[in-house]
């Protein structure tokens, strides 16, 4: 197995970490990595806010329903959908912005913002940092908008605590990937596992 | 540079493949990866359509604008956000799924498919296969739905053509990291930079 299949198999989540800082060179490679995926017609829909100061962290930390990590990671990476950048780039050429005003458009930035944000946990991973997803962006939009200071048509999706892991836990269960995958017919498989998996919610 | 950093910064879109297949053994990696990201309170919300039946890529072809890519890659990987199984959980628990029904878990479910979608790209690189992300999936959602006979609640947001590269394109021109980040204050960057950028789109 390969170092990067090695490092992906052996994500799990991370919400302790040591005192230790995030290095400038990690940091760069890690928002490097960010920006070197896929993007929809390579037009870059995404933003990402780096936040290390904790008196920002505390802000945003009931809009995190002050989970502990939200203020004790030494990085928070928040990843936006953004449309803005795009849309002021088609006015500097003199281009018509209305045919992004809907929701596939927003989906692409969505996905530009998600695959920018998945790299950087990979690459974050392989350097031995630790992370873990902050769902709660997903519940408070409005309030890290107001918070961040975001422009219209910037909007925070995913956010990753990240820093040097003060644990190791124990790998989570997960559905096999043989149960995730459908093949031949493409008929949905069979719910039958349900019985066996140890779901952890 | 580490080995996996090294493979994310190599990103480029592969279009023309070999004739070469994927091996068992690689897609079975991949799968693994894709299944082993972050998701939402391990609800792992997706579900991965692995097409490498000729017949069904000339079915999807219609929807994904009859780009060569969809019919002439070895492998194509169809990403779903997927309430679906989950729901069939809650009822097996005798659990409420109400909740569920809104935009908010919509999100929840299109994220867990975007991470396994990525990491599945970023564990196809490390193998040396290229790919690319066929966008056209978001323009035919209804269309892939009905061909793939997807039940409620299962929606495809990401498609992956992967395959051996068959030529080794010039990195795309991107915006530099430093230009997608946002710091301290966390107000937008100036956008000087579009004079100097050479967006390809």
């Known amino acids: 197995m390969n170092p990067t299949i090695e490092t992906i198999l052996n994500h799990r989540s991370i919400r302790t970490f040591t005192e230790k800082k995030i290095t400038s060179e990690d940091l760069q490679l890690i928002l490097k990595a960010a920006c070197n995926g896929s993007t929809m017609g390579n037009m870059q829909l995404f933003s990402i806010i780096v936040t290390q100061d904790k008196e920002m962290m505390q802000k945003m930390a009931p809009a995190h329903f002050n989970q502990p990590i939200a203020t004790n990671a030494p990085l928070i990476l928040t990843f936006c959908a953004d449309f803005h950048r795009f849309n002021k780039y088609c006015e500097y050429r003199g281009a018509e912005t209305e045919a992004y005003s809907n929701l596939q458009a927003y989906q692409w930035a969505v996905t530009d913002a998600l695959i920018a944000a998945q790299n950087a946990c990979v690459a974050a991973e392989s350097l031995g940092l630790g992370l873990c997803w902050l769902g709660t962006i997903t519940f408070n939009v409005d309030k890290f908008v107001e918070i961040l200071q975001l422009p219209k048509h910037v909007v925070p999706v995913a956010c990753i605590a990240i820093g040097h892991p003060a644990n190791t836990p124990e ?31």
């Open 171 to 201: 790998l989570t269960t997960k559905i096999a990937s043989t149960k995730h995958t459908l093949k031949k017919k493409h008929i949905l498989i069979q719910l039958l596992f349900l019985k066996k998996i140890n779901f952890q919610i």
